[in-house]
């Protein structure tokens, strides 16, 4: 079955930088498209950045542009989300998603706290 798990959160001050990973499996990871997701407390969940399969094409919430980066690994199955200079309003829940012949697969996100 469709697996997909975060690591990498935790709690982190203004301007520090933090590395989410998603290890996927159950699926040909190499061939769907996979995403980032974020839902703070109170708010809609929100698209942080995808990647294309062969990683051609990355696409950046406006609000991350420029301080995150979403990466792949088509080897290990896994999709990176490295975070920098790291805002109080990053403070989420992050999700790694995919969708996969028409069907919705999340993992059980990972905490990102920014705090001072």
């Known amino acids: 079955q469709v697996e997909l798990v975060e690591s990498g959160g935790g709690v982190v001050q203004p301007g520090g930088s933090l590395r989410l990973s998603c290890a996927a499996s159950?699926?040909?990871?190499?061939?769907?498209?996979m995403s980032w997701h974020r839902q703070a407390p109170g708010k809609e969940r929100e698209l942080v950045a995808s990647?294309?399969?062969?990683?051609?094409?990355?696409n950046y919430a406006d609000s991350v542009k420029g301080r995150f980066t979403i990466s792949r690994d088509n080897i290990k199955a896994t999709v990176n989300l490295q975070m920098n200079s790291l805002k109080l309003e990053d403070t989420a829940v992050y999700y790694c998603?995919?969708?996969?012949?028409?069907?919705?697969?999340w993992g059980q996100g990972t905490q990102v706290t920014v705090s001072s």
């Open positions: 159950g699926f040909i990871f190499s061939s769907v498209t």
């Open positions: 998603y995919a969708k996969i012949s028409g069907s919705d697969y």
């Open positions: 990647i294309s399969p062969a990683t051609i094409l990355r």
